[in-house]
């Protein structure tokens, strides 16, 4: 069964550092999501992509926070400075759905960051 | 609008029922459910799409009440399978989802 794979799993960072994360959808999907999820809340998202194309980055703190999708398929996301209440996990999710649609959403094992 | 879900814990004997609901102040296209177990990622259990229908899955239900922008999970018979967390997420005129809190089930022995 196709899965969204990220990595890593788990990431720990002192404040101020830079750190990544990596998504790859489900082959085919062509929207990809990034989730944060707090401990004991529901995931929020940071952005969404269709192809290569941000659709909503409303969320996304974009004074340290970046992420992009550049062939259309694996995605990044990026923090500089990381700041301690960044810690969380943060999700990746794809779904097949066209531009407009909600689809079903196919999440990743997540990244658990942890900021000291 | 972050939609609201109720209860926020629920404790179990395995068997028995429970009925897990959600609510928005906001008209809705669908509600989707999704459960997570402790470490892990969201697992999808079903979409409700504007029509008040009601779908199944083993066990598991949910109905969508579109008037009152309201779903409903139901467990029956529940098993030790059932634990972690349920999230329920709404679309609106947003076209994105926006996830409850969510609902917390133990169940027990």
């Known amino acids: 069964e196709a899965e969204v794979a990220q990595s890593p799993r788990y990431k720990i960072t002192e404040k101020s550092q830079a750190v990544a994360f990596w998504c790859d959808p489900i082959s085919g999907h062509a929207t990809l999501y990034w989730y944060r999820q707090i401990l004991g809340q529901g995931p929020e998202l940071l952005v969404q992509?269709?192809?290569?194309?941000?659709?909503?980055d409303s969320q996304l703190p974009k004074d340290r926070f970046s992420a992009e999708r550049l062939k259309g398929v694996d995605s990044t996301l990026k923090i500089q400075p990381a700041e301690l209440g960044d810690s969380a996990m943060y999700l990746c999710?794809?779904?097949?759905?066209?531009?407009?649609?909600?689809?079903?959403?196919?999440f990743g094992p997540g990244t658990r960051l942890t900021v000291l | 609008q972050q939609p609201v879900q109720s209860p926020q814990a629920v404790i179990l004997r395995e068997g028995e029922d429970a009925v897990i609901n959600c609510s928005s102040s906001k008209a809705l296209y669908s509600v989707h459910w999704y459960r997570q177990k402790h470490g892990e990622a969201p697992v999808f259990l079903m979409i409700?799409?504007?029509?008040?229908e009601q779908k199944g899955h083993e066990k598991i239900s949910a109905s969508f009440n579109e008037k009152k922008q309201q779903s409903s999970l139901y467990l029956t018979a529940s098993q030790l399978s059932y634990s972690g967390t349920y999230f329920c997420?709404?679309?609106?005129?947003?076209?994105?989802?926006?996830f409850g809190s969510g609902t917390r089930l133990s169940i027990r022995p």
């Open positions: 409700l799409l504007k029509g008040g």
């Open positions: 997420g709404t679309v609106s005129s947003a076209s994105k989802i926006i």
């Open positions: 992509f269709q192809d290569e194309s941000v659709v909503d």
């Open positions: 999710a794809s779904s097949s759905g066209l531009a407009g649609e909600v689809d079903t959403q196919y």
